[in-house]
């Protein structure tokens, strides 16, 4: 157990092998008890157990008393050795081999509510194939250095952050995004060390190695969070140095009015609050580690609570509520088939910067192949679009102006160009020989998920849903519109960000803002709590947010949201049973209706139960995830 | 001054947090210190002018918790 200098052979075997000798030593003086009485020889096998169980609670208690602190372990001595003399062996037997019990059941359950971040730090890669002058060698991921080519075969994790310079493959990115469907990576795309190949093989340029990958960083931030403690629990820390000192008096004074000796130690034994001191860490840390699984960011005990509490959600639209990428989101032809309209508009647009040209590309590119046919000629026309030649014919491709400019009239589709202005998208016209041949509307696709979202949020406790963005009003309209947000404010700058945050905390109460990190981090800092959502990669974020979701899906802003309110209800369950505990105890022994060991029985009974509750919060959302990405 | 973390076997009873806080807050030479419960760390800093961090680490070994490592 400890190294001791071997004073006794028991003081050196561990808790689980102190707790069953006790325990059988005990079992004997019982049954010895039965069928020969109270006799010496019943005495002296409680007496033993008293002292197996009892010894390496003396000496911590004598080690802690040399700094002149007074411990459980002191108070529990103090009784055992008191019990003793006033004749009471079986109470003093009983009284430590329950404390040893306890004392080894709870640090067996108390490292399960630890389990999910030991399991998290188990994900760490321990090796990685480097290929250095055409030749691969196996080493630690220490040893990769920045631009090394890493190659990784089914099965074998990742060890760096990089891009993919060769092959193809199916990456298990749980680790990182909590997602476990594996996404299909290939030249070009980013890696990240910690996700797994289950199928494929690539080859990755090293970009950030050893402890600067978002693995590395998330393991630290983890590790870091679970010790960064709640406002609650610098509370109880701060009661319960009161307490047991109050306890202490309490059964001095007791002793001194009523002459009872028993009644005195009793008290002592019940003295500690141990269910109390630790009814917060337990449940933060669970509840911190069923996050961390699942990609889900909580800096602190701190933040917890403040996501536990939030009242108003404010959000950010580009990159959050919505994709942040341009897409097609309708094509309407006419004279010619839906697809024939893309692909003339593509090729037109192929040599284009522009994000709706490339948006019109991707499109066509992902419904129709890759297109390799190139226009004959092309103009582009800054502000209205581009005229190109493709097969002899004269394409016009661009905004009204364009259209206008070029002699087509588009008064027969006005009102369909305004109706899907109205809902927020720009349109593209095609047209060609004096007639529309088309248009392609254009939007920055809301998140599949945003539509749940407000719902979810509301049953959750989230008075006020608002968003924030710099885009323009109608557009803004359009999507709170469609999402279901309560407010807006469109037009805004960042700095307007975070004064119309201010006034909404003071009309609200806390507030917590959601951003993708990348253009929003004074908003993020200046809010009650930051969220960033698709964090995995982006350091801003990482660092300024106090929550990071790591995939860019909003169910995982739900599934914080209700993980945080879970862990401060079960904190406060905790908390009420530990106090209710402690009030009944001391009444009971007050009123003599609680003897020494029975005290010992449910004190030690009433922590196993605490970190019991606690470790429920690790199940939290096991019955609820149906399917992957649901809540 | 010099901070120094010391990571300890798992502690698990709750009175260890103020037994580790209240024994190094009285001896000399410690400026402040911290046990971290979920982590069974003890964040420490100290001045090593008056302490060095064998004896901190002797001392905790006293009190019952063995020190596995340091940083």
């Known amino acids: 157990m400890i190294e001791f200098k071997g004073v006794l052979p028991v003081l050196r075997l561990t808790k689980g092998r102190i707790v069953l000798i006790s325990g059988v030593i005990i079992a004997i003086s019982l049954i010895l008890k039965e069928l020969v009485g109270y006799k010496t020889v019943t005495i002296a096998f409680m007496l033993a157990a008293a002292c197996v169980a009892g010894a390496p609670v003396l000496r911590k208690a004598i080690g802690a008393i040399r700094y002149g602190i007074v411990g459980i372990d002191a108070l529990v001595s103090i009784a055992v050795i008191g019990a003793i003399i006033i004749g009471e062996y079986w109470e003093a037997a009983a009284v430590t081999f329950l404390f040893m019990l306890g004392d080894y059941l709870e640090s067996r359950t108390i490292e399960k509510t630890r389990s999910s971040i030991k399991a998290l730090l188990d994900l760490a890669p321990d090796r990685a194939r480097v290929k250095r002058n055409g030749v691969e060698t196996e080493v630690s991921p220490e040893e990769v250095e920045r631009g090394d080519l890493v190659v990784v075969r089914p099965g074998e994790k990742i060890s760096v952050d990089g891009i993919v310079v060769e092959g193809s493959a199916h990456v298990n990115q749980a680790a990182i995004t909590g997602e476990s469907i594996p996404v299909s990576l290939g030249v070009g795309d980013t890696t990240f060390s910690g996700t797994i190949i289950e199928s494929g093989y690539l080859v990755i340029r090293a970009d950030r190695v050893g402890e600067d990958t978002t693995f590395a960083r998330i393991l630290q931030m983890v590790e870091e969070a679970q010790d960064r403690k709640a406002k609650t629990q610098k509370f109880l820390e701060k009661f319960s140095r009161w307490y047991t000192p109050a306890i202490i008096l309490l059964s001095v004074i007791v002793y001194i009015l009523s002459g009872n000796v028993v009644l005195a130690l009793t008290l002592l034994v019940i003295a500690c609050p141990g269910a109390l001191v630790i009814s917060t860490p337990v449940s933060i840390v669970a509840g911190i580690g069923n996050g961390a699984k699942r990609g889900i960011l909580v800096k602190s005990g701190e933040v917890m609570e403040k996501l536990g509490t939030v009242r108003v959600m404010a959000f950010d639209k580009t ?274 209706a609680v003897n020494l060991s029975f005290g010992m029985l449910v004190h030690e009974a009433s922590v196993l139960l605490v970190i019991i509750n606690a470790a429920r919060l690790l199940g939290y959302g096991r019955k609820v995830t149906a399917g992957p990405g649901r809540l | 001054m010099t901070n120094k973390t010391y990571q300890l076997e798992t502690i698990s009873c709750p009175s260890c947090i103020a037994k580790i806080e209240g024994m190094l807050k009285k001896t000399e030479g410690i400026v402040s210190s911290e046990v971290l419960f979920n982590t069974s760390r003890v964040r420490v800093s100290f001045d090593e002018a008056k302490i060095t961090s064998d004896e901190i680490r002797n001392r905790i070994g006293k009190l019952g918790y063995r020190v596995l490592g340091e940083k």
Do not use: W
């Open chain 1, 319 to 592: 990159g959050t509520l919505t994709v942040g990428k341009p897409s097609v989101t309708r094509i309407r032809a006419f004279g010619m088939s839906d697809d024939q309209l893309l692909r003339i508009a593509a090729i037109g647009e192929s040599y284009s910067e522009h994000p709706l040209g490339k948006a019109i590309v991707d499109k066509a590119t992902e419904k129709l192949g890759p297109i390799h046919e190139a226009p004959e000629q092309t103009e582009i026309l800054a502000g209205m679009g581009l005229k190109f030649r493709l097969n002899g014919v004269n394409y016009y491709i661009g905004n009204r102006k364009l259209l206008q400019d070029c002699g087509i009239s588009i008064e027969t589709h006005e009102q369909d160009i305004a109706a899907e202005e109205e809902m927020g998208r720009t349109v593209v016209i095609v047209g060609a020989n004096g007639v529309v041949c088309g248009i392609i509307s254009i939007a920055d696709r809301i998140r599949e998920d945003a539509r749940a979202l407000i719902p979810r949020l509301k049953a959750l406790g989230i008075k006020r849903t608002v968003m924030l963005t710099g885009d323009n009003r109608r557009a803004a309209r359009a999507i709170a519109k469609e999402i279901g947000l309560d407010e807006y404010y469109s037009d805004l700058l960042p700095g307007d960000k975070v004064s119309i945050l201010e006034q909404l905390r003071n009309r609200y109460g806390r507030i917590a803002m959601v951003g993708d990190g990348v253009n929003d981090a004074p908003a993020l800092a200046s809010a009650d709590l930051g969220i960033a959502i698709g964090g995995a990669g982006t350091d801003v974020a990482m660092e300024t947010a106090d929550v990071v979701l790591m995939a860019p899906k909003l169910s995982m802003l739900t599934y914080a949201v209700g993980l945080s309110r879970a862990t401060v209800r079960n904190m406060m369950q905790n908390i009420a049973f530990a106090l209710l505990v402690a009030a009944l105890l001391l009444a009971g022994v007050l009123f003599q």
